[in-house]
C-alpha cells in the first residue's frame, strides 16, 4: 500500500472517530442523566457560593449522579457557560439531561417555595407558619420577643405588626430568618408609603401610631367596604379624647389567656392594651395589617360617626350618637 493511500485511510478513519465521537457526544448531551430520585422524584442539588464549575461536577456525582465527574466538568467548560453557573438550591428530576441541567444553572432556576402571611395575624401565628412551612429551615430562637427581634436585627421594636403580610417566595431549604427579614422590610417600605399619603391634620404623630392604629383597623373590619369608616370612627375619638373601646385590643392584652368568649371582667380589668380602661392607642400594634388597613389608617373616611357595631353579617351599622349607637345594639346585638 502506497503512503498516499495510508494516509487517505487513515484521514477517513480519523473522520470517522470524529463523526462517532460528535455522535456519541450529542447522544449523551440529551439524554437523561441516570440518577436516584426521592419520593416526590427529584434529585437534589445544592450549590454554595463560589462553588467553581468543577466543584459543581464533583456535586452531581456525589449526589448520586451516574456520570463520569470529568465528562460534566468537559461539558461546563466546553459550553463557555462554566462562569456563569449560579449558586443556589436545585431540583433535578428524570427529565434532566447535561444540557438542560446546564440552562438551569445557568439561569439560575431554583427550586422554590412559598409562604403566605396572613393579614390580621399575630406574630405567634406566623412563627407556626413559619415552622410548618415546607422546606424551610427554622433557624428562629426561642425564649421569647426580644432574642428573636434581635436575631433579625430589630432589637429596637416589638414583633407584633412588623411583617407584611403578603406571599413570600423563598429557595428550598432556605431560613426562615431570611423569610421574615424580608418581611420586615416589606412592611417598613409599605408603612412608609402610606405615611408619605396621610391626610393632613390626622391625630398620628409617628408613622408606629399609624401601624398601631392600622392594626386595630384589621382586625375590626369584617367588610372591606367598611374599612374607612371604621378608621375614621377611631380618628374621630382620638381627636377629642374619648376612648377606642375595641374588643381587639382586649383580647390581644388578655393573649394566650383569651378562650374564645370575652366578658364583662375582661373589658373591667385594666391593662396595657384594654382601650376600655385606657385612652389613646394601645403600646404596640395587634396584628399584622394589610395596605388597605395601613392606608385607611391614614386616609380616613371624613364621617360624623364615633359609633359602630356589627350587625352580625360581616358589615357595621355606623352611629353619629350614644342614643343611635344603643339602638343599633339592641336591634343587631340584644335581640339577636
Known amino acids: 500500500m502506497s503512503v498516499f493511500r495510508l494516509l487517505k485511510s487513515l484521514l477517513w478513519l480519523t473522520m470517522a472517530a470524529v463523526v462517532s465521537l460528535a455522535a456519541l457526544g450529542l447522544w449523551w448531551l440529551h439524554r437523561p442523566l441516570p440518577m436516584p430520585l426521592d419520593d416526590s422524584g427529584v434529585l437534589d442539588l445544592n450549590i454554595p457560593p463560589g462553588t467553581s464549575a468543577r466543584g459543581v461536577a ?3 456525582v456525589a449526589g448520586g449522579v451516574q456520570g463520569p465527574e470529568w465528562l460534566l466538568f468537559a461539558w461546563f467548560r466546553a459550553s463557555g457557560e462554566s462562569r456563569n453557573i449560579k449558586a443556589g438550591a436545585y431540583e433535578l428530576d428524570a427529565t434532566t439531561t447535561p444540557r438542560t441541567l446546564l440552562g438551569k444553572l445557568v439561569r439560575g432556576e431554583q427550586a422554590v417555595r412559598r409562604i403566605t402571611i396572613v393579614e390580621g395575624w399575630n406574630y405567634r401565628q406566623v412563627l407556626q407558619a413559619l415552622r410548618s412551612a415546607e422546606h424551610l429551615r427554622y433557624d428562629l430562637p426561642e425564649g421569647g420577643y426580644p432574642a428573636l ?3 433579625l436585627g430589630l432589637s429596637h421594636a416589638h414583633p407584633e405588626g412588623r411583617f407584611f403580610p403578603d406571599t413570600y417566595v423563598y429557595p428550598k431549604y432556605a431560613t426562615a430568618s431570611s423569610v421574615l427579614r424580608q418581611a420586615a422590610q416589606s412592611m417598613e417600605r409599605r408603612l412608609a408609603q ?3 399619603q396621610r391626610m393632613p391634620g390626622l391625630p398620628l404623630r409617628t408613622p408606629e401610631e399609624a401601624l398601631i392604629l392600622a392594626s386595630i383597623i384589621e382586625k375590626e373590619t369584617g ?4 374599612r374607612d369608616m371604621v378608621a375614621g370612627v377611631f380618628i374621630n375619638r382620638l381627636r377629642i379624647g374619648m376612648r377606642l373601646q375595641t374588643d381587639p385590643t382586649v383580647i390581644y ?3 394566650e389567656d383569651f378562650d374564645g368568649r370575652l366578658r364583662r371582667r375582661h373589658l373591667d380589668t385594666d391593662t396595657p392594651y384594654n382601650t376600655y380602661t385606657r385612652s389613646g392607642l394601645p403600646p404596640t400594634p395587634i396584628a399584622m395589617p394589610g395596605m388597605a388597613s395601613l392606608l385607611a389608617a391614614v386616609q380616613p373616611a371624613q364621617t360624623p360617626a364615633m359609633y359602630f357595631v356589627s350587625r352580625g353579617d360581616g358589615s357595621s351599622e355606623f352611629s353619629r350618637t ?5 339602638r343599633a345594639v339592641r336591634r343587631f346585638i340584644l335581640n339577636r
Open 223 to 226: 367588610l372591606p367596604s367598611d
Open 253 to 255: 392584652g388578655l393573649g
Open 194 to 196: 402610606a405615611w408619605e
Open 149 to 151: 427581634m434581635q436575631a
Open 58 to 60: 464533583r456535586a452531581l
Open 322 to 326: 350614644l342614643e343611635e349607637h344603643n
